[in-house]
């Protein structure tokens, strides 16, 4: 299993029944919502994330519209770099200021 499927993995204990989380985007998410789906996990989801919002829909998630949501349980989100000092580096996607809108919820 790659690291990102392990990171995937290892969200899961974070993510109980019932709960709004909040998904970036990118494939380890792709990766948890799968994990998601194979849990059965009755849960409720928010994302600045067209890609990922399909992908939750196509596993049967519940996905509420960041405009609809005030409080976000857990958020789990990526980013394509750290570097030494545990600085990262998000892409220069148009979402960054929704992902802070759900980790600020959060």
Same mark, same amino acid.
């Given at each position: 299993? &790659?690291? +990102?499927?392990? /990171?995937? %993995?290892?969200? #899961?204990?974070?993510?109980?029944?019932?709960?709004?989380?909040? #998904?970036?985007?990118?494939?380890?998410?792709?990766?948890?919502?799968?994990?998601? +789906?194979?849990?059965?996990? &009755?849960?409720?989801?928010?994302?600045?994330?067209?890609?990922? +919002?399909? %992908? /939750?829909?196509?596993?049967? #998630?519940?996905?509420?519209?960041?405009?609809?949501?005030?409080?976000?349980?857990?958020?789990? &989100?990526? /980013?394509?770099?750290? &570097?030494?000092? #545990?600085?990262?580096?998000?892409?220069?996607?148009?979402?960054?200021?929704?992902? %802070?809108?759900?980790?600020?919820?959060?």
């Amino acid at each position: 299993m &790659d690291i +990102k499927r392990n /990171c995937a %993995k290892a969200a #899961l204990k974070y993510i109980e029944n019932g709960t709004m989380i909040g #998904l970036g985007g990118g494939s380890t998410i792709a990766h948890l919502i799968r994990f998601i +789906k194979e849990e059965q996990l &009755d849960i409720k989801v928010v994302t600045p994330s067209w890609e990922t +919002k399909q %992908k /939750c829909e196509e596993a049967g #998630l519940t996905v509420i519209p960041l405009s609809e949501a005030t409080e976000v349980d857990v958020a789990f &989100d990526g /980013c394509d770099q750290v &570097d030494e000092h #545990l600085h990262a580096l998000k892409s220069g996607g148009g979402i960054h200021t929704d992902e %802070k809108l759900v980790a600020r919820m959060a």
